[in-house]
């Protein structure tokens, strides 16, 4: 198991009731999460604790490596824990035949109002080894821009 940690966060001017609302709906969820380059596909969603989702990542332009198709990350994942307008829990599992991309990666995303707006900070626990740190906080980092464009 992996012991890796991930994070980024980002003061956005939005209520923390609306960033809170834009992880739990599933035709807001699918344009901000992708990152700068990828597109999303919800295949299935259910915003409760132990619901979850299933998303598809494709590399927009096709050039990317993906982790469960030549370009493309299914991630499978589950609602932990949602308390509303403060924190998320998602444990997240990518579809992938690499060791590399194995494991059950917890996300904790908590939001803190700020003056102007809410901080909001993403940890990412038991990372694959196949996730780079440079690649996983670009990632997370163009995921809270998007959210921040979407909501300011």
Known sequence: MSTEIHSASRIIIATPRAIFRAHIDPE???????????????????????????MELTYADGGGKGKSTANSDIVRVRFAELIPDDKIVEEAVFESDEP??????????????????????????????????????????SSLRNLALLLE
């Not at 969820?29 to 989702?53: D, V």
């Open 100 to 141: 590399a991309n194995a494991g059950t990666m917890t996300i904790t995303t908590t939001l803190a109002p700020v003056t102007g707006g809410t901080k909001v900070t993403v940890t990412a626990e038991n990372v694959p080894a196949g996730i780079s740190e440079k690649d996983h906080r670009k990632g997370m980092e």
């Open 28 to 54: 807001v969820l699918f344009k901000w999460r992708p990152p700068k380059g990828m597109q999303a596909r919800l295949h299935e969603f259910s915003a409760r604790p132990g619901g979850g989702y299933r």
